[in-house]
């Protein structure tokens, strides 16, 4: 079995920032792509960027320019420095990797999700 844990969401005030980490743990053998999603009260879910294990990134055009994803392959870890925060980036933020696990084959895995909250 596979887990993604979410910690850095919490109050951040317009124009702050606020770093997310993701870190996963289990029976894996390697993580392909790792990404950030977000739902907001009343809205579908939306993806907020991605990386690849090489480092290759795409984000949301609403996210460009302010958020940053990065990646730590030796610690199974993703964060998601976001600056320059909106009170439009109020979400749920979910972490999410494709994962090589033990037997199993590649799995798409997702974390509980960690609230941020942008407010002045």
């Known amino acids: 079995q596979v887990q993604l844990v979410e910690s850095g969401g919490g109050l951040g005030q317009p124009g702050a920032s606020l770093r997310l980490s993701c870190a996963a743990s289990?029976?894996?053998?390697?993580?392909?792509?790792m990404g950030w999603y977000r739902q907001a009260p009343g809205k579908e879910r939306e993806l907020v960027a991605t990386?690849?294990?090489?480092?290759?990134?795409n984000y949301a055009d609403s996210v460009k320019g302010r958020f940053t994803i990065s990646r730590d392959n030796a610690k199974n870890t993703v964060y998601l420095l976001m600056n320059t925060l909106k009170p439009e980036d109020t979400a749920v933020y979910y972490c999410?990797?494709?994962?090589?696990?033990?037997?199993?084959?590649?799995?798409?895995?997702w974390g509980k999700g960690t609230l941020v909250t942008v407010s002045s």
């Open positions: 990386i690849t294990r090489g480092g290759n990134t």
């Open positions: 999410n990797a494709e994962v090589v696990i033990f037997y199993r084959g590649t799995n798409v895995c």
């Open positions: 289990g029976s894996i053998v390697s993580i392909n792509v």
